[in-house]
């Protein structure tokens, strides 16, 4: 009853309040008649009251996400399923949803008559413009009795997860070779003879071991072939993913590192449909997922475990990138970096073994801040870093916010190893 009480809305409190003034003037001025009116009228907030709290209309609500993953920058709904249970009458229900911020406005709803045994759909478009995993919640009522005297506030549901994974473009091609782990193209197979074991080669390297040497391919070929037959025909792919807070500019959508993780979950996929295995690893070899190639990309789970994981990542605290050791343990390396020192630039090719496919998208951070002037000033910060990778072997492509998602892979996959290009500007 006291519960009831403190829910008195201002009609409701005005009106207790005109009661206990008619009452008042009734006994001063012994009028019977405005004594029954003050008595009714006192009596009519607290029977309302006196009625919910005996009442105990119970509403109930569910809510389901259509659907419960989504890229950024695309549409998606909230459905809400309302019901009340009990033979009572109920009056108005206002419906409040916790919508964060980045998936758009929160929305309200007023239902004027909540049917008894009959569930109300009712349901609101959100707009997602940040990856992550966002928690839409909870669900509050406001209820009122049907003359508008008592309000409550109830909690209906909680909170319900909805994971904004990267915005996803389609990429074409494959660079040269890719697959094989190695530089070369991957059509060199050599079948040694019947009850040998196929093996994989390619042209001799300085620096190459000679015990390494086939020569029933030399002798064919009439020049140096050696053995890489530790990789595998088809072996995997590893994508490393710099996203430390310091190596990136800007902020919002339009940031570096949110480009910088669309286009590792944009390669992530499009080389598994191809058939690769792709390991997804950060700026300091830290595995983020794990998953086998799939033909025709039929295997959407695997699909999932990246873009789930891409979705979750926050920025690291760390200055600098620190490897290590080979973060792509010889496999085919594709590292998608923000601004890095000389140091780690050095760190990071001095690990990749003589000869192993390593490929590098450098992106001119400080052009995604909007407040660059020239093209060449933009290049000017990771030239020489994409010098340092292209005089250990690199691939090299610069990109800046001027450039495409495809133009950036295209020219990946067109460029020799040795040999870089500004994409969006001249180096």
């Known amino acids: 009853m006291l519960r009831s009480l403190s829910g008195l809305t201002t009609r409701g409190r005005c009106l207790l309040a005109a009661g206990v003034a008619a009452a008042v003037c009734a006994v001063v001025l012994n009028e019977r008649d405005l004594l029954r009116v003050a008595v009714f009228v006192i009596g009519l907030p607290l029977l309302v009251a006196l009625f919910i709290a005996a009442s105990r209309v119970r509403i109930g609500a569910a809510r389901r996400m259509l659907p419960d993953r989504v890229a950024a920058g695309s549409g998606s709904e909230v459905e809400l399923t309302l019901w009340r249970n009990g033979k009572l009458p109920a009056g108005e229900v206002l419906l409040e949803d916790g919508v964060p911020y980045a998936l758009g406005s929160r929305p309200r709803f007023v239902v004027e008559r909540l049917p008894a045994g009959r569930a109300v759909a009712l349901r609101y478009p959100i707009q997602p ?200 343990v010889g496999q085919e390396l594709i590292a998608i970096l923000g601004t890095v020192s000389n140091d780690a630039v050095n760190e990071l090719a001095s690990v990749r073994p003589r000869g192993t496919r390593s490929l590098a998208v450098l992106l001119d951070t400080p052009a995604f801040t909007g407040g660059v002037s020239a093209p060449e000033q933009r290049a000017a910060a990771t030239g020489e870093s994409a010098s340092l990778l292209r005089a250990a072997g690199w691939t090299v492509v610069i990109a800046d916010p001027a450039a495409s998602m495809q133009q950036v892979w295209g020219e990946l996959c067109g460029t020799s190893a040795g040999r870089g290009a500004l994409i969006g500007g001249p180096l």
């Open 129 to 328: 413009t940040l990856r992550g995993i966002q928690q839409v919640g909870p669900l509050r009522a406001t209820l009122t009795d049907p003359f508008g005297l008592c309000e409550f506030d109830r909690e209906l549901i909680g909170h319900s997860r909805l994971i904004v994974t990267p915005r996803v473009v389609a990429l074409r091609g494959l660079p040269s070779g890719s697959g094989i782990g190695a530089g070369e193209d991957g059509s060199i197979r050599l079948h040694a003879g019947q009850g040998e074991n196929d093996v994989v080669v390619r042209h001799y390297r300085q620096g190459d071991d000679l015990r390494k040497v086939h020569w029933r391919s030399t002798a064919r070929r009439d020049e140096i072939m050696v053995r890489i037959e530790e990789r595998p025909w088809r072996g995997g792919t590893t994508v490393l993913l710099d996203h430390r807070a310091a190596a990136h500019h800007g902020t919002g959508p339009a940031a570096s590192l949110e480009w910088a993780i669309s286009l590792a979950a944009s390669v992530c996929l499009h080389v598994r449909k191809a058939g690769h295995r792709i390991r997804l690893v950060s700026e300091h070899g830290k595995l983020l997922a794990d998953v086998p190639g799939g033909f025709g990309g039929e295997d959407n789970s695997a699909d999932n475990v990246i873009l789930d994981s891409l979705a979750a990542l926050q920025p690291a605290h760390q200055r600098d990138l620190t490897v290590g050791h080979d973060p792509a």
